[in-house]
């Protein structure tokens, strides 16, 4: 009960926060005045205030929220006025009441109210776990968006560049062809590679506008709408161990929250399901006025009613063992979600290992001796020591290793992403967990409460 009471107060806080927030900051789309390149950091921001997915998860977690009141209240009381109307038989003064006003009310002597507020609490709770999830969903989208966007500029610009030096290589490989120097098979191998070229064009092109597409629907854009270019990816290794990301998703995957808030809602709904046998008392109060007094009151009474569960053994019994099983379907979730957060971190944790290989391979071996043979190769062929398909091989391959490189970098990205959105917290932040983060704010609303 102390967590639930702790992780309402946590509630409000950061419902008021995110009010404050909301009526201080700004909508706005369009990016910063000055800026020349794209910014990541500004594309998570436009989704964050922006998409109306997130926004549909943040109004339904407002209104679970206004559930606790509700749960926790008493029974409204009541009140009923009798007046008579007519009477048929002579009766002696002041020997029947012509008027009767009373007032009752039920007393939750129980606490099955205050259990049903923590159960509405906690699923206020797994309400607020289901929008960070949806947070963490848009937000990984939009940076792998943003690295496909980077990837295809970048593979797009290196096509160009490469286009125009086989053009430069073409031109020579005709004019030897001209002089009787060069094979008609040169020019031709020349052209052919040049059309391939053009052809990967559109590809990347068409990658683009994907890309571009995708981050304006997640900022609530026009799909259309123009971003300015984006900004060339960085290697930047993140020293990654595998246990402390195990520790880490545990501690702060909105599935396991939501599943941990689950099984406290139906622990709390099992409790009051078990204090259905006690009952509560109706205090009662009325007012009588006779049918020939002067006074306004005549008689003031006061009485109490029960009622008696007792007598409906099946029925509470029922409740009470539905209740039970779904307090053991609770942990079976929680369980399973646990077991897959697990699963799913080892998997992760292991694709970004391999694409942090390949990435650092490409960027220390493969992309500088293919530089080096393309350098060798050119210095050969024109001292016409190598052929023109060696040269044209040698610019093939280096232009390969170099597109992997870029798309090693972005799956790379991708993946940290994918990571990060999977444990629920930023591996580039300071070490501590979000746990910590509401734990330290629960604390903080006690403190404040007492």
């Known amino acids: 009960m ?156 290196l096509n160009r560049k490469n286009s125009d030096l086989l053009k430069q290589f073409a031109e020579i490989s005709h004019a030897r062809m001209a002089a009787g120097n060069n094979s008609q098979g040169d020019a031709l191998s020349a052209d052919t590679e040049l059309a391939r070229l053009d052809e990967a064009q559109f590809d990347f092109q068409r990658q683009i506008s994907d890309a571009s597409t995708e981050l304006n629907v997640l900022m609530n854009r026009p799909p259309e709408a123009a971003l300015l270019p984006p900004p060339d990816l960085t290697f930047e290794p993140v020293d990654l161990s595998l246990p402390n990301l195990e520790a880490l998703v545990l501690a702060n995957r909105p599935e396991l929250a939501m599943a941990q808030r689950k099984l406290e809602a139906a622990r709390a709904r099992l409790n009051a399901a078990q204090k259905e046998w006690i009952p509560e008392p109706s205090l009662r109060l009325e007012a009588d006025r006779y049918n020939d007094a002067s006074q306004i009151v005549s008689e003031l009474d006061a009485g109490f009613s029960i009622d008696l569960p007792w007598f409906n053994r099946s029925k509470y019994r029922a409740a009470i063992r539905e209740n039970e099983s779904l307090v053991q379907a609770a942990h079976h979730e929680l369980d399973a979600a646990r077991s897959e957060a697990l699963g799913l971190v080892v998997d992760q944790f292991h694709r970004v290992e391999t694409f942090h290989h390949h990435t650092e391979l490409y960027q220390a071996k493969l992309l500088p001796l293919a530089r080096q043979t393309v350098a060798a190769r050119r210095s050969a062929y024109e001292a016409d020591k190598a052929s023109f398909l060696e040269v044209l091989t040698a610019e093939q391959t280096a232009r390969d290793a170099e597109s992997m490189y870029w798309d090693h970098l972005m799956h790379y990205n991708e993946a940290l992403a994918e990571l990060e959105g999977i444990i629920g917290v930023d591996l580039a932040a300071p070490a501590h967990s979000t746990s910590d983060h509401h734990h330290q704010h629960m604390q903080d609303g006690d403190h404040n409460n007492e």
């Open 2 to 157: 102390i967590r639930l009471r702790r992780t309402q107060l946590t509630l409000a806080l950061a419902c008021l926060v995110a009010t404050v927030h909301a009526r201080q900051a700004p909508v706005t789309t369009s990016p910063p005045s000055g800026s020349t390149l794209l910014s990541l950091t500004w594309i998570i921001s436009q989704v964050l205030s922006n998409n109306p997915t997130l926004q549909a998860a943040g109004a339904n977690w407002q209104a679970m929220g206004r559930r606790v009141p509700q749960a926790r209240a008493w029974e409204d009381p009541r009140a009923s006025f009798d007046q008579r109307v007519a009477r048929f038989v002579g009766v002696p003064p002041n020997s029947f009441a012509d008027e009767r006003l009373m007032v009752e009310q039920t007393l939750p002597v129980s606490g099955r109210n205050r259990l049903r507020a923590d159960a509405a609490t906690a699923e206020a709770a797994s309400a607020f776990e289901e929008l960070r999830r949806k947070q963490l969903d848009a937000v990984s989208r939009a940076r792998a968006a943003f690295f496909r966007l980077a990837n295809a500029a970048k593979q797009l610009e």
